[in-house]
């Protein structure tokens, strides 16, 4: 063999060299690479807050209740009372009536006439035991009756007042010489109305000392009294 074919020992060296592998073809660089990613992952899938990962929360919604309140009928005036239609013949019903004032206290049956008979408790205005009443005859009312109104006077009802009243002296001379009453009846009857009214606070004489008045047409036709002195 020629010797001179063969390669110097530098020559053979450098033919024989390692060639070094660049970085990102070694394994250790893409493991790293993959546990990265898979971290990275992780973290932009989270909100971050000023304390650490913030975590999605549930709203819950509250819905607004419809409970509407009750609206409970006032207590009952004594324009109301005058507003009661009234009559033997096409007097309101009960049912039209409590639609207008409310629902009654109670109801019952007269003993006497049996007629159907409902009481409110709920009076403006009225003193302690105060209360309305109207008896219904084939379902029309045919009678009503108001008692317990407070009244202010200018001074007590006696004698002189009571015998100040005369028949045939209108409602308007017995508010003027008199003043208001506490109670109020008003009965029908075969088409024709008549009306009393009670004086019972500030009455001079007995406890319980009271005067009633009569009247058909808007004119006095009687009077009654116990207790006044």
Known sequence: MNNNDLPTRAEYQRS????KKHFYRRWWFWTIIAILLLAGGGFLGMKMTATGPYAPTTKVSKKKSNTKKSTAKKDITLSQYKGIYISDKDGLSPDQIEKAIGKSSATSVSA???????TWNTIANGELGSKLTISF?????????????????????????????????????????????NGYNDSSSNGKITQTWTYS?????????????????????????????
């Open 16 to 19: 024989h060299k390692k060639t």
């Open 112 to 118: 006497t006439s049996q007629n159907n008979i409902y």
């Open 137 to 181: 005859n084939n379902n029309h009312a045919i009678g009503k009756t108001i008692s317990g109104i407070k009244v202010n006077r200018s001074e007590k009802l006696g004698l002189d007042s009571y015998n100040s009243i005369q028949n045939d002296q209108t409602q308007d001379t017995i508010l003027k010489n008199v003043g208001k009453p």
């Open 201 to 229: 606070s500030d009455v001079k004489g007995n406890t319980g000392a009271n005067f009633i008045i009569s009247f058909s047409d808007g004119k006095v036709t009687g009077k009654s009294q116990s207790g006044i002195e």
